[in-house]
């Protein structure tokens, strides 16, 4: 089981904090440090100091990292061109020594975009399939040759389709809970699927989404890895639980039933029911980004049970 950190830096959080987190990932071991891609704090966060942009952290954190992967959950199709993406994401990964990650997605947070006047298309589903089309099939284009691209929503003539990963194939993650696109796009693009904040019940019914669209596509079901992302709390005992929960504005029976939470048996156990339909990695969504004890904790007490 992969365990992989997973923050949400638009809530609060300035770059310096976020090495110090990633750091932390790598130093106890765990496997990747992703981040989300958005612009604006949500619920009653200020969001002070203001939002980082994914892809120019990842890029600082692959020459401070030496072992972690490093992602997106998900990067915002509606944020960056395809052509620009796909430039941008293999220089990353060639900074990094090739251990960069694609999360894409179309987007849905129509407020930070008109916070920061990035266009909100209605047809965003319809972009995010020519995007994934375009970013791999310019990664996949063999040196030497060009790439072009007729669609309705964007056009490449003849691009040299550089550069390069340093990996010779980047891993891909497609995720969501769409009940027929979604598990058609990840067949046909994805090296993982993900579903985020979603119960046994509607991960094991989506991952059989999934394994019946890689069938229909003429790929095996175990083509994919499958994952979930769920937020995570922690704690020796029930007081640091409540502690770990308060700092975070949640209640500790809520966690507990919609995420990762209580003491570190309790973690496991719930983790092997998501391993029982399907799971082999999990992004911990960790809010609170000041309290590396939790991960240290996390470590101990729960990777090391799972490993």
């Avoid at 765990?30 to 619920?43: I, K, Q, V």
């Avoid at 890895?225 to 209640?251: F, H, Q, T």
């Avoid at 156990?269 to 399907?278: C, E, P, Q, S």
Wanted: hydrophobic content about 40%; aromatic content about 8%.
């Amino acid at each position: 089981m992969d365990l992989r950190i997973f923050t949400e830096p638009q809530q609060g959080a300035s770059y310096e904090t976020l090495l110090s987190v990633a750091k932390a990932t790598e130093d106890l071991g765990f496997d990747a440090f992703f981040r989300s891609d958005h612009y604006l704090p949500m619920g009653s966060a200020d969001g002070l100091p203001g939002p980082t942009d994914a892809w120019i952290t990842l890029a600082a954190l692959a020459r401070e990292t030496k072992r972690i992967r490093l992602g997106t959950l998900m990067t915002a199709g509606t944020f960056r061109l395809p052509g620009v993406l796909a430039i941008q994401v293999a220089q990353v990964d060639q900074m990094s020594g090739g251990r960069v990650e694609l999360g894409l997605g179309a987007g849905w947070f129509e407020e930070e975009h008109q916070a920061y006047g990035i266009p909100f298309p209605k047809d965003k589903f319809a972009r995010l399939e020519e995007q994934l089309a375009i970013v791999t099939g310019l990664w996949e284009t063999e040196a030497g040759k060009t790439f072009s691209y007729e669609g309705t929503h964007y056009q490449l003539t003849d691009s040299p389709a550089l550069p390069k990963p340093a990996q010779a194939k980047l891993p891909v993650l497609i995720g969501g809970h769409g009940a027929k696109r979604t598990p058609r796009l990840a067949a046909r693009y994805a090296d993982e699927f993900n579903i985020p904040f979603a119960s046994l019940e509607d991960t094991a019914t989506q991952f059989g989404r999934v394994r019946a669209a890689l069938t229909e596509a003429g790929r095996g079901e175990d083509d994919l890895v499958y994952s979930n992302a769920l937020i995570v709390c922690v704690g020796k005992d029930d007081a640091e639980v409540a502690r770990r929960a308060a700092a975070i504005g949640r209640e500790v029976d809520e966690l507990k039933a919609n995420g990762l939470a209580g003491s570190p048996a309790e973690v496991v156990d719930k983790i092997g029911r998501y391993a029982a339909v399907g799971s082999s990695r999990f992004y911990l969504q960790v809010m609170d980004l000041d309290d590396l004890d939790h991960l240290e904790l996390i470590s101990s007490q729960v990777q090391s049970q799972l490993s």
